[in-house]
């Protein structure tokens, strides 16, 4: 068990950039969870994957963010045109979730992504 | 609609006193509750979980928390807090869809 991994784990960039997340869940984890967390704040969901498929949306993912896990197993985070108010730490976890479809098996996060927009 | 509520923004305490931290929920059926710990710049560690059975949760690094359904409280607790505990605490409510659903977090200093 090598952990949820997040790349990079700072970004600094100018406003109207885009920028990208990549997200390496626990392998054999089939569940893929997106969360940002702001200053003294605690982290709010904004989407989730369950494999290949995106089940969830946050109303906090306005169109400007897109999430992808296209064979089930890394996902990426883009967030294009990229304004003041996205500065924020971007957390990702994974789980299993077990066959009878109960939801009661922990989140693992990583590290997060600190993004800071000048 | 489901909402977690820690009403300790700050709390400090001194080296070796007992620690209590509180965290109310709303929540319709039977809840599925988490503490974790979040250093700065760091993820999210999971402390403890409740998910049914025993109201009384052990966790790691001798935290454990009470499940109290009649005051829809979870709250966290150890008796001798150590320098390193220092952290941000938050409380945690699985939703719909299994994301989880956060209170505000509860920052812990320890004094000397």
């Known amino acids: 068990d090598t952990g949820v991994s997040q790349n990079p784990r700072h970004k600094i960039t100018k406003r109207g950039q885009n920028v990208t997340f990549r997200c390496d869940p626990i392998s054999e984890h089939n569940r893929l969870y997106w969360y940002r967390q702001t200053l003294g704040q605690g982290p709010e969901f904004l989407t989730y994957f369950q494999n290949e498929a995106q089940l969830e949306k946050s109303r906090l993912l306005s169109d400007r963010f897109s999430a992808e896990r296209p064979k089930g197993s890394f996902s990426t985070l883009e967030i294009q045109r990229t304004e003041q108010g996205d500065s924020a730490m971007y957390l990702c976890?994974?789980?299993?979730?077990?066959?009878?479809?109960?939801?009661?098996?922990?989140?693992?996060f990583g590290d997060g992504t600190r993004l800071s927009i000048l | 609609a489901q909402s977690v509520t820690q009403p300790d923004i700050h709390i400090t305490v001194s080296e070796g006193a007992s620690l209590e931290l509180r965290c109310n929920y709303s929540?319709?059926?039977?809840?599925?509750l988490f503490w974790y710990v979040q250093s700065p710049g760091q993820g999210l560690q999971l402390l403890l979980k409740y998910f049914s059975g025993d109201t009384l949760v052990q966790g790691i690094k001798g935290f454990e928390a009470e499940f109290k359904r009649s005051q829809s409280s979870f709250n966290l607790r150890k008796p001798s807090v150590h320098w390193s505990d220092a952290a941000e605490y938050f409380c945690?409510?699985?939703?719909?869809?299994?994301?989880?659903?956060f209170g505000q977090g509860t920052e812990l200093s320890v004094k000397p």
């Open positions: 929540y319709g059926a039977t809840p599925y």
């Open positions: 976890a994974s789980s299993t979730e077990r066959r009878t479809g109960k939801m009661d098996q922990p989140q693992h």
């Open positions: 945690a409510v699985i939703g719909q869809g299994g994301k989880l659903i």
